[in-house]
T-cell receptor
Framework: GDSVTQMEGPVTLSEEAFLTINCTYTATGYPSLFWYVQYPGEGLQLLLKATKADDKGSNKGFEATYRKETTSFHLEKGSVQVSDSAVYFCALMRQDSSYKLIFGSGTRLLVRP | EAGVAQSPRYKIIEKRQSVAFWCNPISGHATLYWYQQILGQGPKLLIQFQNNGVVDDSQLPKDRFSAERLKGVDSTLKIQPAKLEDSAVYLC????????????FGDGTRLSIL
C-alpha cells in the first residue's frame, strides 16, 4: 500500500545552520505531496505542498521539490531559527475518490541558540 | 476565520470506560476527518465525512469506535469501551471538499487511558 518514510529524529542544529529532512514515498499513481509542521500542544499546520513532478513548494524559507524519479520530497531550509523547533510530517494524498492523507512518522527538529 | 474547534483538550479515563470527543469544523467546510495520532507516529485517518455521509471508515475499529456528523456540521467521535492502546491524540480536520484545498487541523484531544 501507499506509504511515507521519513528520517528519524531528533535532528539537532544550531541557529542559522542548513536543514535537510529526508522524505521518500511509495504510491500508485501520482499523489500530491505535503509537509506539515506541528508545534508543541498544537495541531498540524500545512507548511508547503507540490502537486506534480518537478513542482517546488515553498513557504517561510522552507522548500521541497517533488522528485518522481527518486520518489522523494526532501524538506530544506537555508538558515534555521530557534522558532523552527517542531515536529515535521511528510504526507501524500492519494488522487482517488477518498483523497486520503497518509503521513510519515514525523521528524523532530530542535534548534539551539 | 475561526479554526477547527475541538473539545476537550485533555481526557483521562480508566480502561473499559467510554469517552466522547467533539469537533466543530471551519464554517463552510463540507469534509471532516478524524485522525488518531499515537505518540511518536504520524496521524492515521480513522473516518472521513463528506457532509453527513461517510466516505472512508476502513481504519475505524468499529467494535469500539463510532462517529457521527448528523447535520453535516459538527461531529462526535466515541470510544466504548476504551482500551489501553487507545491512548493517543485525536485530531479533527476539515477541508472545503475532498481533495479540494488543504486540510485544516484542530489542536486535538489528548486521551490517556489508565
Amino acid at each position: 500500500g501507499d506509504s511515507v518514510t521519513q528520517m528519524e529524529g531528533p535532528v539537532t542544529l544550531s541557529e542559522e545552520a542548513f536543514l535537510t529532512i529526508n522524505c521518500t514515498y511509495t504510491a500508485t499513481g501520482y499523489p500530491s505531496l505535503f509537509w506539515y509542521v506541528q508545534y508543541p500542544g498544537e495541531g498540524l499546520q500545512l507548511l508547503l505542498k507540490a502537486t506534480k513532478a518537478d513542482d517546488k513548494g515553498s513557504n517561510k524559507g522552507f522548500e521541497a521539490t517533488y522528485r518522481k524519479e527518486t520518489t522523494s520530497f526532501h524538506l530544506e531550509k537555508g538558515s534555521v531559527q530557534v522558532s523552527d523547533s517542531a515536529v515535521y510530517f511528510c504526507a501524500l494524498m492519494r488522487q482517488d475518490s477518498s483523497y486520503k492523507l497518509i503521513f510519515g512518522s514525523g521528524t523532530r527538529l530542535l534548534v539551539r541558540p | 476565520e475561526a479554526g477547527v474547534a475541538q473539545s476537550p483538550r485533555y481526557k483521562i479515563i480508566e480502561k473499559r470506560q467510554s469517552v466522547a470527543f467533539w469537533c466543530n469544523p471551519i464554517s463552510g467546510h463540507a469534509t471532516l476527518y478524524w485522525y488518531q495520532q499515537i505518540l511518536g507516529q504520524g496521524p492515521k485517518l480513522l473516518i472521513q465525512f463528506q457532509n453527513n455521509g461517510v466516505v472512508d471508515d476502513s481504519q475505524l475499529p468499529k467494535d469500539r469506535f463510532s462517529a457521527e456528523r448528523l447535520k453535516g456540521v459538527d461531529s462526535t467521535l466515541k470510544i466504548q469501551p476504551a482500551k489501553l492502546e487507545d491512548s493517543a491524540v485525536y485530531l479533527c480536520a476539515s477541508s472545503l471538499a475532498s481533495g479540494s484545498g488543504p486540510q485544516h487541523f484542530g489542536d486535538g484531544t489528548r486521551l490517556s487511558i489508565l
